[in-house]
């Protein structure tokens, strides 16, 4: 059974398009994240989710919209897609308080904006 | 200064030779230390964790963590080609609460 799971895998698209990234996490963990790996390989995080609140919020344009419907459930959802926005998006899952917080990630989804 | 450095690569080593990967970092409240590696196309994948200073071992891998130089390392007996991967630094804790900051990661490629 996957951990982290995210959907889709590959997503090429047109500039000015509106698009989602869904993800589960069976792990029974309180906490989620986006992060955003960038073709030089850096991960950084954009948002995340403690028990459906959200707890982090780095600085992202507003086009970049998070939704927990459950603590067991992310998705990320961006409008009017720009070039820029061509990225791996990883989705992940914690317990907050446990072994530093370690962090168990999903397998990414390539968005590919053209 | 970045939170975390760490240097990107490549790093290219025979078959059989000990790997050491490094970081540096400047918030010494940290307190939880990670290493990922991250194959081609794959998601990053927890390969050890340590608290505070001290050593590790798991098989053929070792993670230290020096506290007072600011300084973590990994360490790869007996490399294989099936090491060959990014490897990512991570710390987490203290005044930097639960985030977990990462550095760049570092390519290694293991020649057969």
């Known amino acids: 059974d996957t951990a982290v799971s995210q959907t889709p895998k590959y997503l090429v698209t047109q500039m000015g398009n509106d698009k989602s990234i869904k993800c589960e996490q069976n792990l029974g963990h309180d906490t989620m994240y986006w992060y955003k790996q960038d073709s030089k390989k850096f991960l950084k995080i954009m948002f995340s989710?403690?028990?459906?609140?959200?707890?982090i919020n780095e600085t992202v344009p507003n086009r970049f919209s998070p939704k927990s419907p459950d603590k067991a459930h992310l998705n990320l959802h961006i409008n009017s897609l720009e070039l820029g926005d061509s990225a791996v998006y990883f989705c992940?899952?914690?317990?907050?308080?446990?072994?530093?917080?370690?962090?168990?990630f999903g397998e990414g989804s390539w968005l590919t904006v053209v | 200064q970045k939170e975390v450095e760490q240097d990107p690569g490549p790093l290219s080593v025979p078959e059989g030779a000990i790997v050491s990967l490094n970081c540096t970092y400047s918030n010494s409240a940290f307190q939880y230390f990670m290493w990922y590696r991250q194959y081609s196309r794959k998601g990053p994948e927890l390969l050890m964790y340590?608290?505070?200073?001290g050593n590790k071992e798991d098989g053929r891998f070792t993670a230290q963590v020096d506290k007072s130089s600011k300084y973590i390392s990994l360490f790869i007996r007996d490399s294989q080609p099936s090491d060959s991967a990014t490897y990512l630094c991570?710390?987490?804790?203290?005044?930097?609460?639960?985030?977990?900051?990462f550095g760049a990661g570092t390519r290694l490629f293991v020649k057969a």
């Open positions: 991570a710390m987490s804790g203290g005044t930097g609460g639960f985030k977990t900051i």
């Open positions: 340590t608290y505070s200073s």
């Open positions: 992940a899952s914690s317990q907050r308080g446990s072994a530093g917080n370690t962090i168990y």
């Open positions: 989710y403690n028990n459906k609140e959200l707890i």
